[in-house]
Nanobody, 121 residues
Framework: QVQLVESGGGLVQPGGSLRLSCAAS????????MGWYRQAPGKQRELVAT???????NYADSVKGRFTISRDNAKNTVYLQMNSLKPEDTAVYYC???????????????WGQGTLVTVSL
């Protein structure tokens, strides 16, 4: 019943910018950490950035100074502003939300469907 819908991916030239969004819907409450991960072809999925419910942020070293993660708790949405994009940023980007479920009385992880970001001339 709980779903994450991602948007904002696409093709962009090196040095360009994109803004990804991820909106949670359904019976989802008490959202804890929200984050972005990415997976390039032939590589393992890696953490890009996370943000806690109180706004504490962590970035991968490879994106520090270029990417900005933010969230709107009222909209159950997390964003990723990506600037100064490089070809090595090319990957499928996945949103992840950790939340407490009243139905099963435990924390659960939900993943988005992924959105493709291609940085190329």
């Amino acid at each position: 019943q709980v779903q994450l819908v991602e948007s904002g991916g696409g093709l962009v030239q090196p040095g360009g910018s994109l803004r990804l969004s991820c909106a949670a819907s359904g019976d989802i409450f008490n959202i804890n950490t929200m984050g972005w991960y990415r997976q390039a072809p032939g590589k393992q999925r890696e953490l890009v950035a996370t943000i806690t419910s109180v706004g504490r942020i962590n970035y991968a070293d490879s994106v520090k100074g270029r990417f900005t993660i933010s969230r709107d708790n009222a909209k159950n949405t997390v964003y990723l502003q990506m600037n100064s994009l490089k070809p090595e940023d090319t990957a499928v980007y996945y949103c992840r939300v950790n939340y407490y479920s009243d139905y099963v009385d435990r924390y659960l992880d939900v993943w988005g469907q992924g959105t493709l970001v291609t940085v190329s001339l």
